[in-house]
């Protein structure tokens, strides 16, 4: 068990909806990661949060959204979605600088 | 930005066996390389890492050497066993940066 909690961990939703992915980091982490795994795929770098404030934004669709709230969980907004969208979305946490620990993971299925 | 690169993408072999899988990086500035192993549906896990000012590191059946000047590390694995087949995903690492391989299958044989 990393410590970094993911709900829900299955979702099935419909096209055109938007669905919400919740993230408690690792106590004492201040850093808060999004990453996307379609089908046999890598790790697409969606996002990184420091400590409420968006530090690094990667290969994220202007159609999803995160934020970090002050006590320090996150959530990972996804609107409009398509079928395309349907992929494990992990999310990760760290102290400054320091090693990334994975959440188990949501797995979203858009049908 | 850094940008890393693994082979092989899959890879088979026989229990007992050794199994290495390589990974080059193009930051220099990188000084941080985990290596992630990754079952079935379950997220990438931690389980061996390296800094710069180290050139090799072992745990048990598992070690990592890292070749500054060439900027590529690998990571071995001795005596695999049917439970190390996995998804493994090298990284580097520059600041708050980290950047990952496209990971390698491996697949181990009984």
């Known amino acids: 068990d990393s410590g970094v909690t993911q709900t829900p961990k299955h979702l099935i939703t419909a096209t055109g909806q938007r669905v919400t992915l919740r993230c408690s980091p690792r106590?004492?982490?201040?850093?808060v990661y999004w990453y996307q795994q379609s089908l046999d795929q890598g790790l697409q770098f969606l996002i990184q949060y420091y400590n409420g404030e968006e530090r690094a934004k990667g290969n994220i669709l202007e159609r999803f959204s995160a934020q970090q709230f002050p006590d320090l969980h996150s959530e990972l907004n996804l609107s409009s979605l398509e079928l395309g969208d349907s992929a494990l979305y992990f999310c990760?946490?760290?102290?400054?600088?320091?090693?990334?620990?994975f959440g188990e993971g949501s797995w979203l299925t858009v049908v | 930005g850094e940008n890393v690169e693994q082979h092989p993408s899959t890879l088979s072999v026989q229990e007992g066996d050794s199994a290495v899988i390589k990974c080059t990086y193009s930051?220099?500035?990188?000084?941080?390389f985990p290596w992630y192993k990754q079952e079935l549906g379950k997220g990438p896990q931690l389980i061996i890492d390296i800094r710069s000012n180290v050139g090799e590191k072992k745990d048990q059946r598992i070690a990592v050497t890292l070749n500054k000047t060439a900027k590529h590390f690998s990571l071995h694995i001795t005596e695999t066993q049917p439970e190390d087949s996995a998804v493994y995903f090298c990284a580097a690492m520059e600041g708050n940066d980290m950047r990952f391989g496209a990971g390698t299958r491996l697949t181990v044989k009984p």
């Open positions: 106590s004492g982490d201040l850093s």
């Open positions: 990760a946490s760290s102290v400054e600088r320091g090693t990334i620990y």
């Open positions: 930051d220099s500035a990188s000084n941080y």
